[in-house]
């Protein structure tokens, strides 16, 4: 008798966009968008902190921002990017963190567009420490910032908040649950044993 095959069942566009969100929402995956973000922020902003007046002059260049904010924003933004990037990599508050990259990247995204719309040949000032990444405002940093607004954005809606440490509180708390528990059936156990040769 001929073997009956039972057909594969066709991928459908939901069961396309089921495996996209089971993806992003892998802890390998929101670990890898963590590391990454992370570690951009905190290079991005060693050269804001080391050169500020040329951070201050890629800020005047886009035109958008008073001149009284210049500065404000040249002391305190690096340091938001360190804070941010660290608790990524730490895994602290790790929701919190990208909420807070996720508010810097929508601002560049619409300071770099505007300057684009407008016709402005410069760097955008944003990644000038890391060559691979394009630092010229047009589509391609755009598009760059789009996609590390969707890591930041996956990390803010699928991972946890609080001192996780990538776990380490979670496995040592269950580690002292598991104890107690264990404890406990074995003094049912003992206290069955009485009551039967009783």
Known sequence: MAKTTIPAPALTVRSLIDRLFAFLRH????????????????????????????FADAIEAYKIVPGAFVWPMVYTMPWIQIIAG???????????????ISGLLVVYIIAISQAWA????????????IEALEDKV????IVRDLVLLGMSGCVF?????GLNFWGLFNRKSQISDVKPTAAVSVSKKRNAKIKKQA
Do not use: H, Y
């Open 27 to 54: 802890p390998i995956t929101l670990a890898f968008f963590k590391l990454l973000l992370g570690m951009l922020f905190i290079l991005s902003s060693i050269s804001k902190i080391e050169n500020p007046a040329k």
């Open 86 to 100: 660290a608790c990524l990599i730490l895994d602290i508050f790790a929701q919190s963190a990208s909420f807070v």
């Open 118 to 129: 407008r016709g402005f040949e410069m760097e955008c000032g944003c990644f000038d420490l």
């Open 138 to 141: 047009g589509w391609r940093s």
């Open 157 to 161: 809606l699928f991972d946890r908040n």
